[in-house]
C-alpha cells in the first residue's frame, strides 16, 4: 500500500491538484493563457496609442495639410467628370479634346515633371513622418533607467591602463 501511494504521490503529486501539476505539462492553463493574451493585446494598443500621440498642430498648418489631400481626389474626379461630359456634352467635350491635342509635347513633360515630382515628394515626406514617428515611441519604451550607467570591471583594460600609466 505504501509503494502504490507512494507511485501515486510522485505520479499525480502529493495530495494537491491534479491539473496543476500533471495536466499542465500536456496542455496550456487557459486562464494564464488569456492573462497573457490580454496583456499581449494592451501592451500593442499602449505602443499603437504612444505612436499617434503627437502634439497638437495649428490652424495654419491643418489648412495646407487639407489642400495638400486635394490634388489626387480631384485628378480622379475630374477624370471621371471627362467621361461625364463626353456623354452629356459631346461637342463641348470634342472642343476642350482638341484644345488639349493643341498643347506642345515639351508642355505635357514638363506636367508630367511637375505631378510626379509633386507626388513622390509628397509621399517621401509622409514616409519620413511616419519612420519618425515609429522611432520615437520605440525610442520612449526603450529609455535607459535614470542615473549613471555602471559598466562592468575589464580586467584586460585594467591591466593595459596600469601598464601604461607612465
Known amino acids: 500500500m505504501g509503494l502504490i501511494s507512494g507511485i501515486m504521490a510522485f505520479l499525480f503529486g502529493d495530495g494537491r491538484n491534479v491539473v496543476a501539476d500533471t495536466a499542465e505539462v500536456f496542455r496550456e492553463n487557459a486562464e494564464n493563457g488569456a492573462v497573457r493574451a490580454a496583456a499581449a493585446r494592451s501592451d500593442s494598443l499602449a505602443q499603437f496609442a504612444a505612436e499617434f ?6 490652424f495654419f498648418d491643418r489648412f495646407i495639410d487639407g489642400l495638400n489631400r486635394l490634388p489626387r481626389p480631384a485628378l480622379a474626379l475630374g477624370t471621371i467628370w471627362l467621361f461625364v461630359m463626353a456623354m452629356l ?3 463641348q467635350f470634342t472642343k476642350g479634346m482638341e484644345g488639349l ?4 509635347e515639351p508642355l505635357w513633360w514638363l506636367m508630367g515633371a511637375i505631378v510626379s515630382f ?10 519620413q513622418e511616419f519612420q519618425r514617428s515609429v ?3 520605440l525610442a520612449a ?6 542615473g549613471p ?3 562592468p570591471a575589464n580586467p584586460a583594460l585594467q591591466d593595459w591602463q596600469a601598464a601604461n600609466a607612465n
Open 53 to 58: 500621440a503627437g502634439p497638437r498642430r495649428g
Open 89 to 91: 456634352r459631346p461637342d
Open 101 to 104: 491635342a493643341a498643347v506642345p
Open 118 to 127: 509633386y507626388f513622390g515628394a509628397r509621399h517621401q515626406v509622409k514616409t
Open 135 to 137: 522611432a520615437m515611441s
Open 141 to 146: 519604451t526603450r529609455l535607459p533607467p535614470e
Open 149 to 151: 550607467t555602471v559598466l
